[in-house]
Nanobody, 119 residues
Framework: QVQLQESGGGLVQPGGSLRLSCAAS????????MGWYRQTPGKQRELVTK???????DYADSVKGRFTISRDNAKNTVYLQMNNLKPEDTAVYYC?????????????WGQGTQVTVSS
């Protein structure tokens, strides 16, 4: 079982920066990747970025060059550094962990943290 808690969201002006944190508790066995998704009303939740257990990263085209995912294994925490934020980045951001065990994939989600980019 994995429990996730996000923090760091808030209100920021266009061009500003925020850093989101996701603290994980529970077993790390079978973890394939940790990542960040975001969702706005009326839209499907979309992948923003992810990092595998081996350190490989992937980013949505819309955030490449602006967002950076990182992790601190000692603290069981994954971070999302968001720079040059745009109004279209406004969303609820969710931390996600995907595990594989006994032939099944399983996803764990945080409660979400609101990011609002506005003047």
């Amino acid at each position: 079982q994995v429990q996730l808690q996000e923090s760091g969201g808030g209100l920021v002006q266009p061009g500003g920066s925020l850093r989101l944190s996701c603290a994980a508790s529970g077993s790390s066995f079978g973890v394939l990747y940790m990542g960040w998704y975001r969702q706005t009303p009326g839209k499907q939740r979309e992948l923003v970025t992810k990092i595998t257990s081996g350190g490989t990263t992937d980013y949505a085209d819309s955030v490449k060059g602006r967002f950076t995912i990182s992790r601190d294994n000692a603290k069981n925490t994954v971070y999302l550094q968001m720079n040059n934020l745009k109004p279209e980045d406004t969303a609820v951001y969710y931390c996600n962990v995907q595990k594989y065990n006994s032939g099944f994939y399983r996803d764990y989600w945080g409660q979400g943290t609101q990011v609002t980019v506005s003047s």
